[in-house]
């Protein structure tokens, strides 16, 4: 069974500090990504990484950046919060060719106050 | 224009009946279009991929991709209660740095059985 998990499910910051949101998926993907989700707005694409040290930005980089040091692990980094990064994140990964499912973590419910 | 544009409903239909979800999509997108049903506070699964012009059946599933009206569809046959989700239309995009696809997803479309 393929396994995405992400290091909280529930997470709360206070304006200002630095967030890191780690996901691991254990299938061997190339691929991974980071979406929000928001009422009304959907599922955006954060940025991906389609292998070790590399990243592409998605529909919405702005105030977030990547890390991928190890195929397994990607994390999502909030330099500095703020009230309108509150949302759930979620973290995904994929085999690299454009036909295959991706696979989504459980979710890490972010409040920033 | 978003890339990929759903009906947020809700679209409630009796126990037993076809549900008919729809969406469109942009020049932007590719091909490859799949659907999601997710859960409340859950995460998205993949249900049906479809990749060619036409019909693909999986069960009590039918997903219709039409390209040249740039439509993608999916049908639910015998609707369950358990069928009452958010249904998330996606299709591949490419992004500037000339990589992998993303996906890019519609907004979802709220669907609910009624026993």
């Known amino acids: 069974d393929v396994k995405v998990t992400q290091s909280s499910r529930y997470l709360v910051k206070r304006t200002g500090e630095k967030v890191f949101l780690e996901c691991v998926q254990d299938?061997?993907?190339?691929?991974m990504f980071w979406y929000r989700q928001d009422p009304g707005l959907g599922l955006r694409l954060i940025y991906f990484?389609?292998?070790?040290?590399?990243?592409e930005k998605g529909d919405i980089p702005e105030g977030y950046s990547v890390s991928r040091e190890k195929k397994e692990r990607f994390s999502l980094i909030l330099e500095s919060a703020s009230t309108n990064q509150t949302s759930m994140y979620l973290c995904a990964s994929s085999f690299l060719y454009s036909y295959n499912e991706q696979f989504f973590g459980p979710g890490t419910r972010l409040t920033v106050l | 224009q978003k890339e990929v544009e759903q009906n947020s409903g809700p679209l409630s239909v009796p126990e037993g009946a076809i549900a008919s979800l729809n969406c469109t999509y942009s020049?932007?997108?590719?091909?490859?279009f799949f659907w999601y049903r997710q859960y409340s506070g859950k995460s998205p699964e993949l249900i049906m991929s479809i990749y060619s012009n036409g019909d693909k059946e999986d069960g009590r599933f039918t997903a219709q991709l039409n390209k040249a009206s740039q439509y993608v569809s999916l049908l639910i046959r015998d609707s369950q209660p358990s069928d009452s989700a958010t249904y998330l239309c996606?299709?591949?995009?490419?992004?500037?740095?000339?990589?992998?696809?993303?996906?890019?997803f519609g907004k979802g479309t709220h669907l609910i059985i009624q026993p």
């Open positions: 299938m061997d993907h190339e691929n």
């Open positions: 990484s389609y292998d070790v040290k590399m990243k």
């Open positions: 996606a299709g591949r995009c490419k992004y500037s740095g000339g990589g992998a696809d993303g996906l890019t």
């Open positions: 020049d932007r997108v590719s091909q490859s």
